[in-house]
């Protein structure tokens, strides 16, 4: 029964977040300044989100670094539900920007750690968010409810949303699903090979190639310059939007805040949320279509014989 749904929440990230605010999130990376970057106290987020929504959901924890501040955050929201963890990923090469390099298994890693929790407290499903993000919880559980059933197997990841020009990069702020597919998800993010440097890129490939039961890319996946899409690509971004992914509604987007800042609709605009159908994100994805031979090139490009590549120049 929809009923026996036992949701839990992972509330996933630092004790002090520094990065841009929802408001400025707009800037592009090579723009971003020192004084667009805030050093963003998360505990009073964390204890609103908490005091709020603890009721609401089976099991309610906060998973950080063991090198982060937690007395004032145990002290409020109970030491049992602060989870600390130590930093086992590969240390990122520093961005070209402002903005302190962002180890991109991180997040992968910590919410694992907090869904076997979740998976240990009975939690049948899960939701998992920021340490500074805030946003209204119960419509991601009323959504959980719509598109969930014990009766039944479901495998799909609700996310934020998909974007519109860019169908292959997902939103990582927050999404849901059954607890064992999003340990699944995570797994799969943290021990595969990597495709791709972006992580919204190398998330989607990952998930959409192996939980559609594929071992690795063929060799043929290939893009064009202007990151418009191969008919492959553009078929495994199809199946991927029917089977595994699910965007949420846009309201809780509205209303999310980052760093204590909500996103302005520029930001917004950028996505398709819940209410497009199949077919029209299919007709989003295909609008993508670019297949002129002589711009394609492989991804692999850069192991290419540089003699080769003279000749791949000339076509």
Not at 56 to 66: A, G, K, P
Not at 251 to 256: H, L, V
């Amino acid at each position: 029964m929809i009923e026996n749904l036992k949701i839990g929440v992972i509330i996933q990230g630092p004790i002090i977040s520094r990065g841009l605010t929802g408001a400025n999130s707009i800037i592009p990376g090579k723009e971003v300044s020192p004084k667009d970057i805030i050093d963003y106290n998360c505990v009073p987020n964390i204890i609103d989100l908490y005091s709020r929504y603890n009721c609401e959901f089976h099991s309610f924890i906060c998973v950080t670094w063991n090198t982060e501040p937690t007395a004032e955050l145990e002290a409020k929201i109970g030491k049992k539900n602060v989870i600390q963890i130590s930093d086992t990923t590969l240390t990122d090469i520093p961005r070209e920007t402002n903005i302190k390099a962002n180890n991109k298994y991180r997040q992968f890693l910590s919410t694992l750690r907090g869904l076997e929790v979740l998976k240990n407290n009975g939690c049948t499903h899960a939701i998992k968010i920021r340490t500074d993000l805030n946003l209204d919880l119960l419509k991601i559980k009323k959504k959980m409810f719509e598109v969930f059933s014990l009766n039944k197997v479901n495998n799909q990841i609700l996310v934020a949303g998909g974007n519109i020009n860019k169908p292959d990069r997902l939103i990582d702020l927050y999404f849901a699903g059954t607890t064992n597919c999003l340990i699944e998800a995570c797994n799969t993010f943290l021990n595969k090979p990597e495709f791709y440097k972006d992580v919204h890129l190398d998330l989607f490939y990952k998930l959409a190639w192996w939980f559609n039961g594929n071992g690795c890319l063929p060799i043929n996946k290939c893009y064009t310059k202007d990151k418009k899409y191969s008919k492959l690509q553009c078929s495994v971004i199809k199946l991927a939007w029917s089977t595994i992914f699910s965007a949420l509604p846009r309201e809780i987007f509205n209303d999310t805040a980052l760093r204590g800042e909500k996103f302005p609709n520029q930001v917004l605009d950028k996505y398709f949320y819940d209410d497009k159908s199949n077919s029209e994100i299919n007709a989003i994805i295909s609008k993508s279509i670019n297949w002129p031979l002589r711009r394609i090139y492989n991804q692999r490009y850069n192991w290419i014989p540089y003699n080769f590549k003279k000749f791949i120049r000339k076509l």
